[in-house]
């Protein structure tokens, strides 16, 4: 049985699930019957690429759609009351990162989703990278035996902040934008939740550009387990940086180590710039991510997407269409980042912005409720 799916938000992050549920529409195993967002224009293009009905008014959308599954790609301080209202309406839920910016409206979601039986997901497209999960497995294995230290990075360009999110780029920072998916990866491929941290916090390009957030943030999450993870994250990386995103994780333990390097992953290339006025996005030299994303063509000439960052999306259609075949949730457990994930990522991330506002003091993970 297909899952009915619907989209709030048709941004740029937005039209990853429009690609991810129109492409399973095709193939017979979702059926994709709406997208919301307040920008008519912006609708208008997204209806007539993917074939999908639009509304300004994403109750609106729930009210004539009654969809099984709604997939969340809004701001990040939009998330929490977006996701109460679908989960309210018994819909299930796809959120994409963070869950939300506060525990309690973690906490919310969570307890909404748990009284009504429903599907918390949360986006950590991370974990769907083969490499990351190639890392999390040998862990769980026992190849590197004890975890003792690591250290784990997520840059972006300056365009990120300053053009892609300028709306709303000085109501989050990189440890909410980018942060989390480094928290995630940690306890995940640690297999243990935060105990505390401590982080600093550097302003000056961003809030020289009018925008009031963080360029940089460092932080240093010590783990109940006793291993300890040294993160940094910005997104003030200059235009010619080779990568939209520069990124990586390393992981040392008692009998082993391993180094992966996502942004370098051996393709390059470098484009001409253009001449006749036209934009082109990625000109000059390149290190392309192939595996988040490609596009392709299928011998039909139909767009055929492909990478870690559409399976992850995709995996929350699967997860509903086993729901409403008579599948549990139990059935689920442990396959997918759950809304109880998505909370411990939140409360790192609330203790890294605590430990900044007190001068990189020490903040203890569990008193973040």
Not at 55 to 69: A, K, V
Request: proline share 3%; with cysteine; net charge negative.
């Amino acid at each position: 049985m297909a899952a009915r799916i619907a989209v709030i938000g048709a941004g740029a992050f937005g039209e990853m699930h429009l690609r991810a549920f129109s492409q399973m529409q095709r193939d017979g195993r979702a059926e994709l019957v709406g997208v919301a967002d307040l920008d008519e224009a912006l609708l208008a293009r997204r209806a007539e690429q993917y074939g999908v009905k639009a509304f300004t008014s994403y109750q609106q959308m729930i009210e004539e759609t009654r969809p099984d599954g709604i997939s969340i790609a809004t701001p990040d301080h939009l998330h929490r009351e977006i996701a109460l209202q679908c989960l309210s309406a018994g819909i299930h839920v796809l959120v994409e990162k963070p869950l939300d910016v506060s525990t309690e409206g973690c906490q919310e979601m969570i307890a909404a989703a748990e009284s009504g039986g429903l599907l918390l997901q949360v986006d950590f497209h991370k974990r769907y990278d083969p490499y990351h999960r190639e890392l999390h497995d040998m862990a769980a294995s026992g190849c590197f035996g004890e975890i003792l230290y690591g250290y784990a990075y997520m840059e972006d360009r300056i365009e990120v902040p300053r053009d892609w999110l300028r709306k709303w780029a000085a109501q989050t920072t990189p440890a909410w934008f980018l942060g989390v998916h480094l928290f995630d990866l940690i306890r995940w491929i640690a297999g243990s939740d935060a105990q505390s941290v401590s982080a600093t916090g550097v302003k000056k390009k961003l809030v020289s550009l009018g925008i009031d957030t963080y360029d940089a943030i460092q932080a240093k999450v010590m783990l109940r387990s006793g291993a300890s993870f040294s993160t940094d994250v910005s997104w003030v990386l200059p235009e010619g940086h080779e990568g939209v995103v520069n990124q990586g994780i390393r992981v040392t333990g008692t009998d082993g180590m391993m180094e992966v390097d996502t942004q370098d992953r051996g393709a390059r290339c470098c484009l001409r710039k253009p001449t006749d006025g036209r934009p082109q996005v990625g000109s000059g030299m390149q290190t392309p991510n192939l595996g988040f994303f490609r596009e392709s063509r299928d011998k039909l000439g139909r767009p055929r997407y492909s990478g870690y960052g559409i399976e992850s999306i995709q995996d929350f259609a699967e997860n509903v269409s086993h729901l409403i075949a008579g599948g549990s949730l139990n059935d689920l457990r442990n396959t997918y980042a759950s809304g109880r994930d998505g909370l411990e990522a939140s409360r790192i991330a609330v203790a890294v912005h605590r430990s900044m506002e007190a001068g990189g003091a020490l903040v203890d993970v569990s008193r973040t409720l």
